[in-house]
């Protein structure tokens, strides 16, 4: 078995049993570094054989005598010393317990004493060692979390079962540093611990990872609104004593729905108050809007064609493709003739203009058919003229709107979400690293291998341009992930 102590540093005064001291030592297999008989050469013998371990007679040739020499050497230096003396006085023996001795045998001693007495130090050092060692590694875990935990945009703190608050990040003491938000938010966390429902309650009694939203008032009646979640915190006996809430400010992102809710009012009602029939899809042709003029051409109404394909519309005898023209990629618009079926039977004749959006309100948003029934007015080629003005009056409107709509960085901001695109299995693995959920739990959620999981996220940090999971969680609570 390998020892932590090897050499030994004799301070015993009396000749005689200083050399038996070293002669039982060598037959123990330790090496007897120096013998001294002076309190005052002890400090410069410890400096000089940096023994492991000192054997110290309390009374010396000199002034000084060992629990003094004991105390020099412990001002710099944590050299275990055992104590040896004939002098078995209380008040010795409490000065010597007073310098935190690994031992303390009475002379005249057993060989046993002395071996027994090196051996459960040797025990003790490698104890306190191994503690000095954890500790620094558990020092060292604490900056580093505390190092990401801080430099997340999103505030986080960590609170324990008594809802008391165990760390803060410097986003939180930044976003709560007036004294009434501050308030605010420690009444709700209150709420949020004792309620039935409330997610820390949750995070604490099952488990559970959970998110709401929550609106708190500032002294000066400002309302912000934050996204906030809290998870549980599992001891290694898989107990929660711990639970992490993160958050951050959703005020300006509630606004530009608010504001999207607006911009899309006012499209529909343009396209209500246009005299031609008129149909909004996506860039697959799903059906997100139509206008009063193309249900009464069509006989359908907006229930029946939101939310479906456009093929639901096309007459089964045209030959024509209503989204097969190549040419919408080069374009912005291009007129073709259509033949559109009614709700009941039968069809009715059309002249269609297909417009592709460069600048789209949103996904849904991206590609207008304007409708005009000819039917009846095939031979009347004016109809044409008036209606290509109309087109271009509309045009100059989506584009006045659509400048509207970059202005309010809105539309900035539905550009940049829709860069990036993700299948479905990546939107879920996303969602799920999202919800704080391990690779190996995403995998069993999701029905897929564990390694299927790495390599997919493997492709998300290259599309993303970033190098690791705590990276993603950023871009994850600072961006939008598109269902599309």
Do not use: C
């Not at 993160?246 to 809710?261: K, N, V």
């Not at 979400?417 to 299995?425: Q, T, Y």
């Amino acid at each position: 078995m390998d020892r932590n102590i090897k050499k030994v540093l004799i301070v015993e005064d009396e000749a005689i049993i200083a050399r038996n001291l070293s002669q039982l030592l060598q037959r123990m297999g330790f090496e007897p570094v120096a013998t001294i008989s002076k309190g005052r050469k002890v400090v410069d013998a410890v400096k000089h054989y940096m023994p492991d371990i000192i054997l110290m007679d309390i009374l010396l040739d000199d002034d000084i005598d060992g629990i003094t020499a004991a105390g020099a050497v412990r001002a710099f230096s944590d050299t275990p010393v055992i104590f040896i003396t004939s002098n078995i006085q209380p008040e010795f023996a409490d000065q010597a317990i007073s310098e935190n001795p690994f031992g303390y045998i009475i002379k005249p001693f057993r060989e046993s004493e002395i071996k027994y007495a090196i051996m459960l130090a040797d025990q003790k050092i490698a104890m306190l060692r191994e503690m000095k060692k954890n500790q620094i590694m558990l020092k060292e875990l604490k900056e580093f979390y505390n190092t990401i935990l801080s430099s997340m945009t999103d505030w986080v703190i960590v609170a324990n079962s008594n809802s008391d608050i165990l760390f803060t990040n410097e986003s939180f003491n930044n976003t709560f540093r007036e004294n009434n938000l501050l308030a605010a938010f420690k009444n709700f966390m209150h709420e949020e611990f004792n309620n039935k429902s409330g997610l820390l309650k949750n995070a604490f009694t099952s488990g559970k990872i959970d998110r709401k939203e929550v609106s708190l008032e500032n002294s000066n009646g400002k309302i912000s609104t934050y996204s906030v979640s809290a998870s549980p915190i599992s001891a290694e006996d898989g107990s929660i004593n711990m639970a992490l809430m993160s958050g951050r400010d959703i005020s300006e992102l509630i606004e530009q729905r608010e504001s999207l809710t607006t911009i899309k009012e006012i499209l529909d009602s343009i396209v209500q108050t246009v005299p031609i029939g008129v149909i909004v899809t996506d860039s697959q042709g799903i059906i997100s809007l139509t206008n009063k003029t193309f249900e009464t051409m069509s006989g359908f109404t907006s229930t029946d064609l939101e939310g479906k394909n456009i093929t639901l519309l096309q007459y089964q005898s045209s030959r024509k493709n209503l989204l097969s023209d190549n040419s919408l990629d080069n374009k912005n618009y291009i007129p073709v003739e259509i033949e559109f079926a009614k709700a009941e039977t039968g069809s009715f004749t059309s002249k269609t203009i297909i417009l592709k959006l460069e600048k789209p309100l949103n996904e849904n948003y991206k590609i207008i058919f304007f409708v005009s029934d000819i039917s009846f007015e095939k031979k009347l080629e004016i109809k044409q003229v008036r209606l290509q003005n109309q087109i271009e009056s509309i045009t100059r409107e989506m584009d006045e709107l659509s400048e509207l709509l970059l202005e309010t960085n809105v539309y900035n901001q539905s550009i940049k979400r829709g860069n990036i695109e993700f299948d479905s299995i990546d939107r879920n693995i996303l969602k799920l690293i999202e919800s704080g959920m391990p690779n190996n739990q995403i995998a069993a959620r999701l029905g897929i291998a564990e390694i299927t999981v790495k390599k997919r996220l493997s492709g998300i940090y290259s599309k993303l341009d970033i190098k690791n999971k705590y990276q993603l969680i950023e871009y994850l609570h600072t961006n939008f992930v598109p269902d599309k």
